[in-house]
């Protein structure tokens, strides 16, 4: 295996790569032609990946999988799903879309994960974690209905094993019998250490028709013998469970395999080539290490998860020197602008530092909530309880019933999967827990699997919670506070990136809640009631219209005051929200104007009913309307269109 210890800048010789157009190419190749093309690709996709940034180490960890899977399986016709995705760069390349990964994460460009209707080799969209199995079993339980015959194959790794769901799927699929193969990729935690030449020959034994023919042959003798055949299972589940960590999945109804190196191409396909034909629940398990081949990924897997676009450092500016003017009168400098998420880290510990009875919890995403410090500085009240975002929400719910007060950090899409139980765990109950609700709006180059679309309007119709939206980084910090401190389920929802710059206190005092801000008296006939981290553009629509501009800042619930003056003092009120329109927080607004009968129009402005696409965050706000110009547009056009009412 070919290692290397820097991205390449130039598009590396790539022969070989070069003649496969789709897996059929592939698997015409011969085995001992198969490390080369395993070389070119993990160099083409360090090129690749160094032009157009994106996910990184998981892609380099399995590109001997994808080939040995692609060489093994009859891909399209036999069905691989891969979970969670950011490991399916390598089957991108391999499956006719090498010319474009120039273009994946940009807007109309490649999607960042496996997308339907991009590739027929994308059998499952993915994008979050633990689907794959559960996805895999149905096409293989389809294929069955139907009389057809096919192998379906999921991909998962140790951390989406983590979650209920694929321990749902797993134990169903030995249930039902289903011809479904699930490859295991472990390639952080230690379920076993038994790699090696032993293990991987014994593997291959285990998986060898030979093997099996004696297996099954066995049995037939044996069950004529009393307690013979419970005798011959109890010493083949021992002697696996020697050499692998068989008898769990054994158990579940599995035929398992492994572990073996999952960088060893020659190990890999001959095994897969013996599991292809199996009939049954087949468990493979490979041993694989995330950022393979490239030194400093393996070095930092975390770090080296996802990496930004390489760009070459321009030349630096002549020096020149300048006398510097007389001081007409200090300054304060501007502030930096800070993600947002790093506001809610330092948040976290000094809220701590403060107040013994913080326990912070996330369902894996330490790094990128920002926990980081926070699991340093107080191991003892962290926990990260891998990807399981039900349990993470009753877990909070159960610490709370304790007078202890969690803190749950977890991105908008991920919370999702813990609706039900923030509604009967936490909200019925009341429960003090306190929601740090990352990735609110539009993230990006992940595209509709991770834009946080949906929280303002799924949160805001369960009692009980209140519901908050900082405008800037100062008013996030003072609304954690004002979270922490109400004595009853509350959210702060903020952002991906950085704020606008706000110098932010250190001071924890929380902000008033159900208490809107008047930011612009406007002289006109039109009212801006903006939410969260719209108030930007609709500072700018505000001074070109002289339109009164009101950040609004709790969404559940609302300031009505505030709100019914508006609408007494105006002609036409605009919200604005980066959410859905559907049920969001302009819904809000209409519902409160209905309830008191105050006639006045109203114009709701937030993101279509669509799943929108992946790009920059700018770029899609742009193409929604949603920036500075586009707002202003859709207030005019409904200023010309219904003059009379308006």
Known sequence: MKLFDEIPVERPATPLLDTIDTPADLRELRHSQLSQLADELRAF??????????????????????????????????????????????????????????????????????KRDESDYDTFGVGHSSTSISAALGMALAARTKGEQRRVCAVIGDGALSAGMAFEALAHAGHVDANLLVVLNDNEMSISENVGGMASYLAQIFASKTYLNVREGGKKVLSRLPGALELARRTEEHMKGMVSPATLFEEMGFNYIGPIDGHDLTTLVNTLGNLRDLDGPQFLHIKTRKGKGFRPAEADPIGYHAITKLEREPAPPPRVETQAPESQGAELPAAKPRKYCNVFGDWLCDMAAADERLIGITPAMREGSDLVRFSQEYPGRYYDVAIAEQHAVTLAAGMACEAMKPVVAIYSTFLQRGYDQLIHDVAVQKLDVTFAIDRAGLVGEDGPTHHGAL????????????????????????????????????????????????????????????????????????????????????????????????????????????????????????????????????????????????????????????????????????????????????????????????
Request: proline share 7%.
């Open 455 to 646: 929280d303002l309007s799924y949160l805001r119709c369960v009692p009980e919670l209140v519901v908050m939206a900082p405008a800037d980084e100062a008013e996030c910090r003072a609304m954690l506070s004002a979270a922490y401190h109400h004595p009853g389920p509350a959210a702060v929802r903020y952002p991906r990136g950085k704020g606008p710059g706000t110098p932010i206190p250190e001071h924890l005092e929380p902000l008033p809640i159900g208490r809107a801000e008047l930011r612009r008296e406007g002289a006109g006939d039109i009212a801006l009631l903006a939410f969260g981290s719209l108030n930007g553009p609709a500072g700018e629509v505000a001074e070109r219209l002289d339109a009164t501009h009101l950040n609004m800042r709790t969404v559940k619930p609302l300031d009505r005051e505030a709100v019914l003056a508006a609408a007494r003092g105006h002609r036409l009120l605009v919200t604005l929200e980066e959410n859905a329109v559907a049920g969001g927080a302009g819904s809000g607004v209409n519902e409160l104007l209905a309830e008191a009968d105050e006639r006045v129009a109203v114009l709701n402005l937030g993101l279509p009913d669509a799943f929108i696409e992946h790009g920059k965050p700018a770029e899609l706000l742009a193409d929604c309307g949603l920036d500075a110009d586009g707002i202003e547009a859709a207030i005019r056009r409904r200023l010309a269109a219904r003059p009379s009412d308006d």
């Open 45 to 114: 996709l360090l090129y690749s990946v160094g032009c157009t940034g994106g996910h990184f180490g998981a892609g380099l960890g399995v590109v001997e999988l994808t080939i040995a899977l692609h060489h093994c399986l009859e891909t399209p016709h036999d069905r691989l799903v891969w979970d969670v995705g950011h490991q399916a760069y390598p089957h991108k390349i391999l499956t006719g879309r090498r010319e474009r990964m120039a273009t994946i994460r940009q807007l109309h460009g490649l999607a960042a994960f496996p």
